[in-house]
Structures are given as structure tokens and as C-alpha cells.
């Protein structure tokens, strides 16, 4: 018997996806555990696995919607190699609708009068529903018939639908992935279900650079990787979460809720939209177990291998805008967190410190907030501890 290919559970808020692309052609040979198809839904990209070895027969085609548990592909398991998969059994042809038998002619059952009436008014007797004898029309329907108006039999043509515009040499057009629409979806819940307000500061870069500068090195050939700008700044923010507990709360129906954990999201742009693994217990994890957290979740993601529980938990989410160059921005929250920070490009600019115009590289930073949760005094101390933390790392290490 055939072993059928299903789509699998991916959590019980996904019920639906696309099913994106076949990694094999249909009457292909498949082995075990081998990669069969890609799947969309509107949180995450997966693959689906060959359970067994054999030859398998593609049921549904790239780019259709499929549920959950659906039977997307069978796998001839029998013979060595498998047998090629027969083409799926044809549908039993519907029954034809057997014929009524024709009615008896109104004019074998209608009276004189009735033709006669019938010949004046140009009423149908067999339009009538006779009062008489099994049903025969008098001349009193016929009568009664011709004072009122007979209500229209014609029901108005359909009017036919626009066909769909097509892609052609000025547009490209294809239909929007679960997550794009995932993404439209929160963005716009977002902005208009939270009071949403954002603040600005800026930070001198200057120690950390020089920081990375002088140990890179040494912290490549210990962990096998380098150390970015984003560690620095997850350790600020959890700092500034402890100091500043109202960013890190939430609101659920009519409670408030009042965070003590600090696992902290970071955006990650992939082909398929942007991203927001998770990465837990910051509060007790050094940079180079940060950086590599950042690393491999970032690598899940755009590799299309991250799953429903790295996206999820998160209390607040750090964006890094500065990666393509942008010089300032106002990021959008991540429901139901209540803030969330954004990075930007390093740039050297002109900058008074010790009474003297200085050059050094600047990062404009801004938190975008739920004013419903947090008073705009939280959120402007939030981003100041942050600028203190990373212009003098050394609180980092000290924890002040």
C-alpha cells in the first residue's frame, strides 16, 4: 500500500500554508528522510521528509494551498527501488440527471373558456396553479390571473468578473506568501491597536569599536567567529529592562502584564520577509553565547529551517536598520511586546565633547513605545541607560 506524504503539524495557530516548491519530480525516486517539498505559512518556511524509501507520485502542485494533514504526494514503498506510482484514480463520473417525463399538454385538461381567456389575455394557463378539479385551471384563475401582473421569470445574466491583470513586460505579478501577509497583518494591527510613540537619541560608538577592535582577534580564534555590534546592545537593553521594568510589560485583554524574564528578539531579514528569532535568558549569557545565539538563529532563518518556538516568547525586539544604511527610521512594535529599538548606520559627524568639535562615529538610535503602557519619562531614561551602556562598556561588565 502506498505511503501517503502529509503536511505536518506546525503548531496549533497554523492551520493552512503554500505549499512553495518540489524538491523531486513526480515518479521520482526518493529515499528516506530526503527533502521533499518546501512549506509556507504565515510564520515560519519548513521542508517536508520522506518517511520511507521509493517512487513517489506528486497529488498537489507548486504554489497551492494546503491544510494541515493534507495528502500531498504518495511513496510506492514495494519493490526494491520502488515502483512507479500510478496516475491518481479518476473521479466516478457524476450520474446523469434522468429526464422528467414530459407533462401532460395543457390543452387536453383546459376548458373552452380557459382557451378562450387564454387566446384574449395571452395569459399561460400552465403558468397558473388551477383551483379546480386535480388541479385544472377555471375560467375565475384565468380571470383572477389577467388583473395582476405576472412577476418576471427572467433572472438578469451574471455579470462576468474581470479577468485578473497579468504579469506581462511592465509588472510581475505572483501572489503574496502567508508570511508577507502575516507581516502586513501585525504591522497594521500594530499601529492601529497600540498608542504608538516614538523617541530618539544618539551614541557615540567610539569605545565599543575600539573594544572590538582590540580583542577581534583574540575572539575569533576562541569562539570560531566575530563579535558584532548587536551583543553590546542586547546587554544595554537587558540592563535597561532591570532598571527600567515598565518597557518590559505587556498587555492581555484587560491585564497588565508585568515581565521578570529577559528573552530578547532580534529582526532578521531573509528572502522571504523579515524574522524575529528569539533568544533566551539574555540576563545570563556573555557576548560570545549571545553572538553565537544571534548567528545560528539568524543562519535557521534564512535557511528556512527555524521552527514556531524560536519566534515565540519574546519581550522586547531590537532592529538593526544600519545594516542596508539607513540613517533613521521609526520601527513598528512587535505585539504584544511594548517597545522596541531601532539601530542605525555608524557615520562619522562633527561632535562637540570636552568643549572641542570632535569627529566621531555616531549611531542615531530610537525606541518606538505603547504609550498605553509606558509614560514617555520610562521611555526617554530607557534610551538613555542604553546610550550609557554602550558609550561606556565597561558598565556592561560591571552590571551598573
Known amino acids: 500500500m502506498p505511503l501517503e506524504v502529509k503536511i505536518p503539524p506546525m503548531g496549533e495557530s497554523i492551520s493552512t500554508g503554500i505549499l512553495a516548491k518540489w524538491h523531486v519530480r513526480d515518479g521520482d525516486s526518493v529515499k528516506k528522510d530526503q527533502p521533499l517539498f518546501e512549506l509556507e505559512t504565515d510564520k515560519i518556511t519548513s521542508e517536508g521528509t520522506a518517511e520511507a524509501a521509493g517512487k513517489i507520485a506528486l497529488k498537489v502542485e507548486a504554489g497551492a494551498d494546503v491544510k494541515i494533514g493534507q495528502v500531498v504526494a504518495l511513496i510506492e514503498t514495494g519493490a526494491e527501488g520502488g515502483t512507479p506510482a500510478g496516475p491518481a484514480p479518476k473521479p466516478a463520473a457524476a450520474p446523469s440527471p434522468q429526464p422528467k417525463p414530459a407533462?401532460?399538454?395543457a390543452a387536453a385538461v383546459q376548458s373552452p373558456a380557459v382557451r378562450r381567456l387564454a387566446e384574449e389575455t395571452g395569459v399561460n394557463p400552465a403558468e397558473i396553479a388551477g383551483t379546480?378539479?386535480?388541479?385544472?385551471?377555471?375560467?375565475g384563475d384565468m380571470l383572477q390571473a389577467g388583473e395582476r401582473p405576472a412577476a418576471p421569470q427572467t433572472v438578469p445574466a451574471p455579470v462576468p468578473a474581470a479577468p485578473a491583470p497579468q504579469s506581462g513586460p511592465r509588472q510581475t505579478r505572483r501572489k503574496l506568501s502567508p508570511l508577507r501577509q502575516r507581516i502586513a497583518e501585525r504591522l497594521v494591527a500594530a499601529q492601529h491597536t497600540a498608542a504608538l510613540l516614538t523617541t530618539f537619541n544618539e551614541v557615540d560608538m567610539s569605545a565599543v569599536m575600539a573594544i572590538r577592535s582590540k580583542y577581534q582577534e583574540e575572539f575569533?580564534?576562541?569562539n570560531g567567529f566575530k563579535l558584532g555590534f548587536m551583543p553590546f546592545f542586547v546587554k544595554a537593553v537587558v540592563h535597561a529592562l532591570k532598571e527600567?521594568?515598565?518597557?518590559n510589560t505587556q498587555i492581555e485583554g484587560d491585564n497588565l502584564v508585568q515581565n521578570h524574564y529577559y528573552d530578547i528578539g532580534v529582526a532578521v531579514s531573509t528572502e522571504k520577509g523579515l524574522m524575529v528569532p528569539v533568544i533566551r535568558d539574555c540576563d545570563s549569557l556573555g557576548m560570545a553565547a549571545i553572538e553565537r545565539a544571534i548567528t545560528d538563529a539568524a543562519g535557521k532563518a534564512r535557511e528556512g529551517k527555524i521552527t514556531l518556538p524560536d519566534l515565540e516568547?519574546?519581550?522586547f525586539t531590537i532592529t538593526n536598520g544600519g545594516t542596508f544604511g539607513s540613517l533613521l527610521s521609526t520601527p513598528?512594535?512587535?505585539?504584544p511586546q511594548s517597545a522596541i529599538l531601532g539601530m542605525h548606520a555608524i557615520n562619522e559627524r562633527p561632535v562637540a565633547a570636552a568643549g572641542q568639535v570632535v569627529i566621531r562615529p555616531m549611531m542615531y538610535v530610537a525606541l518606538t513605545y505603547d504609550h498605553r503602557l509606558v509614560d514617555g519619562r520610562d521611555a526617554?531614561?530607557?534610551l538613555v541607560k542604553v546610550k550609557q551602556e554602550i558609550e561606556d562598556p565597561a558598565r556592561l561588565l560591571l552590571g551598573l
Open 103 to 105: 407533462a401532460q399538454p
Open 332 to 335: 513598528i512594535i512587535n505585539p
Open 220 to 222: 575569533v580564534k576562541k
Open 313 to 315: 516568547g519574546g519581550v
Open 380 to 382: 526617554v531614561s530607557f
Open 132 to 139: 379546480g378539479k386535480a388541479g385544472r385551471v377555471t375560467k
Open 244 to 247: 527600567l521594568p515598565a518597557v
